[in-house]
């Protein structure tokens, strides 16, 4: 009788690392009836033919946790699941030719200093001492990593495999999932030409593949998975004779360059030398119809392109001459699988229930340990230990098209190492969802920003300021947007503004039984009808997941709305826990949103609609304004006297000119955030992630430990509010504002100790203060306590403030 098995808890599609990766995990955390399939032999995809290089570094907070969670995991992985394989710690230097490199090199050491990784700036008069072949004379910075090294992929592959077969569970090779099947109660069932595995769970680790395998999901709820494959070389070189009589000298490797500014890394092979740029006249592959992706590319690559890495090559030889001696040993171009936005897809499949994916690694070989534990997570538990949004699938929604995919994928490949300046809009992808008054605002001087893929104004520049993409790359505040920003929160505050916001989540939500089950649900309690509030779901831990305007137009009728890059999330999240007879439905398309914001908002209104506006703050009201019917919630994320006006999308234009004929000045992005942040006012996956529970955030007032309804982390919650938070939400001010604001996780020091760490800064132009919210030790978090925040290599006085706003703390202008 075959023993191929029929049932599992996960069958896993692709062995190359990341697959094999989340098998092991799942079997470490007992889970051992799980099968993976291979079509081909492990490491059949990209794995086999990559170079193998393992950093800590990476300019996001989240993947440089997962890939230092991978490089302390295979410095013990050989002894582990006893399976020797080559893991060679180099240490690695990031050569930086600009100021704004050597402040981003900063920035990333004093988040690694944070999270225990040992990344230190070095002197480039030290450079020699840690490797002689490099031309040193136009750096500005130098980082040294010294864990960073590289590993055999194909032997860390086969020790996971080991490792995992070891603890019980299946690995079938030779036997490619064919399609699957979702039965009505949810299982799957995974087809193969050796028979069909009925499983609770599948996950999508196909690699470049992923899109292909994605296909299967579609009549369950799937959609195309948004990943270009592109095609990636190095090339090593034989042997350099000075390199070989280094190591001999020295007993060990040089470490390995990066020169980011020109997009390449170079380490030793051998003794020989590795090179692989990711150059600007990139190629994706297998994206029209004449260049279909073949059924089968197990061990294959593409054919050596070296024209293309001309420009890169002559850099790396002036950069280190002993390249110019060797003759070109081997080339290889393979494919690589990228998102738009070139980090992995690692959680839930949207739109698919039972159904993950683990997919789109640029960098998979160091991060597929840290994925394998990630992905694990997620099956297992549901939820991650960190906040995993940077890699959720349901970061992209339905704008992320073939030609927005590719185009991003050359973008982002092209600018691997680019440096991502918070007022940078990259250009490519754009203009995915207009809002009807598009045009209008660009007559207006608007410079846009894409908010899960609408456009919106950031800033609106007047004749004569500077908007160039160039103008934008700098860490710093002062740039052409200053002004505007200053301005615009003027007319916000003292006068009239109006901001148009297309994309705006919402969800109708109904049926007998909705407020019940809302209850349920959130932390909190429900507004009364014809009002609104704030409601925030907590994991089992009490994190918080995510943060929802409630809106009662009646009993069991709401809307619920939430930012514009949740939209998926959020809608999966509550979607997936709806009892019977409840319903809810995505209307984000049908509706857009203008906030109408400053003291002669109400006088504005007057003219232009039939709003009752002696309604209070949180009230909600059905008016007409220009003759179209629109719904008013007085509200308004940038703390004025405002309302929201919510429009038929159709109708957004007419209401918008009526409030922009009535006088409001146009106000963008840019100034909301300026103004919220003074507020105290949280961003969703910056402020509010499942990194920190709702009472560390510090919104207790939106708990009702008293109510009847349990509801997920109560239980944690109540207990964590009887022990006490270790760290809580603070706003910090800056005693002498930096020429930037604090950028997302800088560190807060008290000394030489990390306290905590920033969740967004920026400048705050009504009180005139550079200002960062975030977590911080609960013992320090009193009122005028000093701390220091490290960012861009400075270290920053800093004041901790009371918990209430820096601006109108009494909420009286908001409330006039
Ligand atoms: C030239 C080059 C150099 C690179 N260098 C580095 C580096 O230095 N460091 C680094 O971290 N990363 C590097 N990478 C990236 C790295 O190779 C990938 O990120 C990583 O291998 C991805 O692993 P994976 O498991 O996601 O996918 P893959 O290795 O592609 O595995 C997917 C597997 O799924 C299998 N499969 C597909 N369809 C099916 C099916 N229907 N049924 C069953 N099995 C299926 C495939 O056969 C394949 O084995 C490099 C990539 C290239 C191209």
Redesign the pocket.
């Known amino acids: 009788m075959s023993d191929f098995p029929t049932t599992a808890r996960v069958v896993i ?7 094999v990766s989340t098998l092991y995990h799942l079997a470490k955390e007992g889970w051992t009836d799980c099968v993976l ?4 032999e492990l ?5 086999w ?6 950093p800590n570094f990476a300019p996001n907070w989240a993947v440089m946790n997962m890939q230092r969670y991978s490089l302390e995991m295979y410095r013990t992985l050989a002894d582990d699941v006893d399976y020797p394989m080559n893991y060679h710690v180099t240490g690695a230097l990031r050569l930086g030719h600009t100021k704004e490199r050597k402040q981003e090199f900063e920035q990333v050491c004093a988040q690694a200093r944070a999270m225990g990784l040992p990344l230190e700036m070095i002197g480039i008069e030290d450079m020699k001492d840690y490797n002689p072949f490099v031309a040193t004379h136009d750096l500005s910075g130098v980082l040294w990593d010294p864990m960073d090294g590289d590993i055999d ?1 194909a032997q860390l592959t086969q020790a996971l495999a080991k490792g995992a077969r070891d603890l019980g569970a299946r690995i079938e090779r030779f036997c ?2 064919t399609g699957v099947t979702q039965k009505p109660s949810g299982e799957w069932v995974v087809h193969t030409d050796k028979g069909d595995i009925t499983c609770d769970k599948v996950v999508n ?5 992923a899109a292909r ?1 994605g296909e299967w999901f579609k009549p369950y709820g799937g959609r195309d998975v948004p990943l270009t494959v592109m095609s ?3 090339f090593l070189t034989e042997e350099i004779l000075e390199i070989a009589a280094w190591t001999k000298e020295n007993g060990k490797k040089t470490p390995m360059i990066r020169d980011v500014d020109s997009s390449y890394y170079l380490r030793q092979d051998k003794n020989g030398l590795n090179l ?1 740029p990711y150059e600007r006249n990139c190629k994706a592959h297998w994206t029209t119809k004449d260049d279909p992706m073949p059924h089968d590319f ?1 061990f294959q690559l593409y054919p050596d392109d070296l024209e293309r890495l001309e420009w890169y090559i002559e850099d790396a030889m002036a950069r280190v001459p002993v390249l110019g001696t060797a003759g070109v040993g081997r080339n ?1 171009n ?3 699988p990228y998102a738009p936005d070139g980090l992995p897809m690692i959680g839930p499949m949207p739109g698919v229930t039972n159904a993950y994916e683990a ?1 789109s ?8 340990g840290g994925a394998g534990k990630v992905m694990a997570e997620w099956l297992i538990h549901g939820e991650t230990d960190i906040d995993m949004w940077a890699c959720d699938p349901r970061r992209y929604t339905d704008y992320a098209d073939a030609d927005y995919c590719e185009s991003k994928a050359l973008e982002t490949y092209g600018h691997e190492y680019g440096m991502h300046f918070p007022r940078k809009n990259w250009p490519a992808g754009r203009d995915k969802k207009l809002s009807p008054n598009h045009t209008t605002l660009i007559a207006s001087g608007a410079q846009m920003g894409a908010y899960n893929g609408w456009e919106r104004a950031n800033w609106f520049a007047h004749d004569g300021e500077d908007t160039t993409l160039e103008a934008t790359e700098t860490w710093e505040r002062a740039g052409p947007w200053n002004a505007a920003i200053e301005r615009e929160v003027t007319a916000a505050t003292n006068d009239v503004a109006v901001l148009d916001m297309p994309g705006f989540s919402r969800y109708t939500l109904t049926g007998v039984g909705a407020a019940e089950w809302l209850r349920t649900q959130i932390a909190g309690a429900l507004p009364k009808v014809g009002r609104m509030n704030l409601g925030y779901f907590t994991d089992t831990r009490g994190r918080i997941v995510t943060e929802v305007t409630i809106i009662r137009w009646a009993d069991d009728d709401f809307w619920l709305m939430t930012a514009a890059v949740a939209q998926w999330h959020d809608f999966e999240f509550l979607r997936d826990r709806l009892t019977s007879g409840l319903t809810i439905t995505d209307i984000t398309k049908d509706w857009s949103t203008h906030i109408v914001s400053g003291e002669k908002s109400r006088d504005l209104l007057g003219q232009v609609g039939d709003a009752d506006l002696s309604t209070g703050w949180l009230t909600i009201q059905d008016a007409t304004i220009a003759g179209k019917s629109c719904k008013l919630f007085r509200i308004n994320f940038g703390g004025e006297l405002g309302w929201e006006v919510h429009t038929a999308f159709d109708d957004a234009a007419t209401v918008y000119k009526a409030i922009r004929d009535a006088g409001a000045t146009p106000f963008g992005m840019y100034a909301l955030n300026a103004m919220r942040i003074e507020k105290g006012y949280r961003t969703w996956k910056g402020d509010l992630s499942t990194d920190y529970t709702l009472l560390e955030g510090g919104m207790e007032r939106f708990i009702r430990f008293d109510k009847p309804q349990d509801f997920p982390g109560k239980a944690s919650l109540l207990a964590e509010k009887q022990r006490g938070s270790k760290k809580m939400f603070c706003t910090l001010t800056f005693d002498t504002p930096a020429a930037a604001d604090a950028p997302y996780m800088s560190p807060i020091m008290f000394g030489d100790e990390v306290v905590g760490e920033t969740t967004s800064g920026d400048f705050g132009y009504r009180v005139n203060k550079s200002i960062a919210l975030g977590m911080l030790r609960a013992d320090l978090n009193v009122p005028g306590t000093k701390v220091e925040v490290a960012f861009y290599g400075a270290r920053l006085t800093a004041t901790v403030q009371a918990d209430q706003p820096l601006w109108d703390p009494e909420n009286a202008r908001i409330k006039a």
């Open positions: 599609i692709g062995g190359g690392v990341v697959g399939l291979e079509k081909n490491t059949a995809g990209s794995t033919h990559a170079a193998g290089n393992c992929p490619p999932a680790a196909a690699g470049y593949y395998v990636h070389q190095y692989g197990s290889i393979g494919p690589i997919h690694f640029t960098f998979g070989i160091v991060q597929g």
